[in-house]
């Protein structure tokens, strides 16, 4: 239970035998070793090329030469690029096999006795792991599960596995948005499950703890495990998996390149989950009312900060809905309390000031391109087409251009990139005409564009009258008050798929 990523590294090294990394890749462990310096170092290309390194340790105990033919080898290739002394193979010999009984080394094990419960056995695992790599609540859960309900855990690694290679024919979990690591789909589990983000109580909860009395029953272990297994279940079934990705495009959002928070996605999902298991909602009810949230949910940031605490709010303003029409109506109404007018007008153009390049608010501008139906800026061709995430190229079909370039700014004086690349000075065009402005100024590549946009793409685009024409400052100020507007007229369009629903319970 201690040291296992040590033991499993040099397990794996003495046997030659390759490890599963934490995105489920298999790959082999190369340690090369410097006889003569007596240093280990993990190998790359220019220790590979080296005569004075054993390139791969794994070789001295499970290749195909005994030692001394290993040891002769290895001098005998030495001597190719430079003079071996007698001294020389005495010392580098007795080096080698010094590494060789390192299979040898005595480890110490404490073993608990076979009458020691589960309980204590998963008590000891959690005490223990106080040092060397901090666990968190999730990995005490998952160790749970591998004590109780092992098929559990390797359900949720199979499903990640899977998860992250393209299928070939069999339905499959692949997706655009996210490779999801067991831990993230146990939070959706509990958060379906038990109602609850924070996992700081679920551990005891699942070990059969009373959290009034204190008290441990085996009986309530079981039954809490049942809920878990059942909501486990729902999570992986591949159905309703993908029914929420398509919660996902309905916003607006493509694929994980536009995806500012994956917690944001991971508790959308949970909401998802309720809202089809527990409240029956199906079809394009559940599917917009999930978009409207996950446009705002990924606009403001809402799972950034202190994700856990702010979803266990949410759950219990939602919790009061009995129907399926007041859970609708409660999550319409947290959708309205943090779009504001004030959040339209005010917050979101300040928040466009930034040079980010991974923004929320730069996402979700791009959503609102793709809900409007908008042309890429002067092409025929539609933002929602360029952003396919299937389509792989040597250079992106769509790039983020400079209205006013680099190269053009710099020579007028503003050489900061936090003011070069402010969100407000980027447009999505065509990679050809991307190449063809290059750096010239605005006042000079637009009047040879402008016959191209009607009215439609420099409100799509966000280009105040005479743009090109103003100085960079008031240009920067003028297009984020019109970006934020684009953006609440494409979530706007979101909200009016929905229909008016009873009010939520207080």
């Excluded at 420099?458 to 009258?465: E, F, G, N, S, V």
Aim: overall charge negative; some cysteine.
């Amino acid at each position: 239970m201690d040291g296992q990523q040590r033991l499993t590294s040099l397990y794996a090294v003495l046997k030659g035998i390759p490890i599963v990394r934490e995105d489920f890749r298999k790959e082999r462990i190369q340690i090369a070793f410097h006889p003569r310096e007596e240093r280990f170092e993990v190998a790359d290309a220019a220790i590979k090329r080296d005569p004075e390194f054993i390139a791969d340790i794994s070789e001295l105990w499970s290749g195909d030469l005994p030692r001394n033919k290993f040891v002769k080898a290895f001098i005998a290739s030495l001597g190719r690029s430079r003079p071996v002394t007698a001294d020389d193979e005495d010392l580098l010999t007795e080096r080698i096999d010094s590494l060789f009984d390192v299979r040898n080394y005595p480890f110490t094990a404490l073993e608990l006795s076979p009458s020691v419960g589960e309980e204590d056995v998963a008590e000891v695992f959690v005490r223990i792991n106080s040092k060397g790599t901090v666990l968190n609540q999730a990995d005490f859960i998952l160790t749970l599960m591998s004590v109780f309900w092992d098929e559990g855990r390797a359900e949720l690694e199979r499903f990640c596995r899977d998860a992250r290679t393209p299928p070939i024919s069999d339905p499959s979990p692949y997706n655009h948005f996210i490779e999801p690591d067991p831990d993230q789909l146990l939070r959706v589990s509990v958060g379906l499950g038990f109602r609850r983000a924070r996992l700081q109580h679920v551990y005891s909860i699942l070990r059969g703890k009373d959290l009034e009395t204190g008290e441990f029953s085996t009986e309530r272990r079981d039954r809490q495990f049942a809920v878990l297994k059942a909501a486990q279940a729902d999570v992986l079934d591949l159905q309703n998996w993908h029914e929420f990705f398509k919660a996902v495009l309905r916003a607006g959002y493509r694929s994980s390149s536009m995806i500012s928070s994956n917690m944001g996605l991971l508790y959308s999902n949970v909401l998802f989950l309720l809202g089809k298991r527990d409240f029956g909602l199906a079809g394009d009810e559940l599917r917009d009312a999930i978009a409207r949230w996950f446009f705002m949910a990924q606009l403001t940031g809402r799972y950034t900060g202190s994700p856990e605490t702010v979803m266990e709010q949410d759950l219990g303003r939602l919790g009061q809905a009995t129907t399926a029409d007041q859970l609708v109506a409660g999550l319409d109404r947290i959708v309205a309390d943090s779009l504001t007018d004030d959040f339209w007008t005010v917050t979101l153009p300040n928040e466009l000031g930034t040079a980010a390049a991974r923004s929320p608010s730069l996402f979700a501008y791009y959503a609102a391109l793709n809900l409007i139906g908008a042309r890429v800026l002067f092409s025929k061709l539609k933002v929602a087409e360029l952003f396919d995430p299937a389509v792989k190229a040597k250079r992106a079909a769509l790039e983020r251009h400079h209205l006013f370039p680099k190269a053009y700014l710099k020579s007028v004086g503003f050489t900061r990139m936090r003011d070069i690349n402010q969100i407000a000075n980027f447009a999505l065009v065509e990679w050809p005409d991307n190449a063809d402005i290059s750096d010239t100024a605005p006042s000079q590549y637009f009047p040879r564009y402008a016959s191209r946009l009607t009215d439609e793409d420099r409100y799509w685009h966000a280009l105040p009258d005479g743009w090109h024409l103003m100085p960079y400052p008031r240009f920067l100020e003028a297009r984020r008050k019109l970006v934020a507007r684009v953006i609440r007229d494409g979530f706007e369009k979101l909200r009016a798929s929905g229909s008016p629903a009873p009010d939520a319970p207080e």
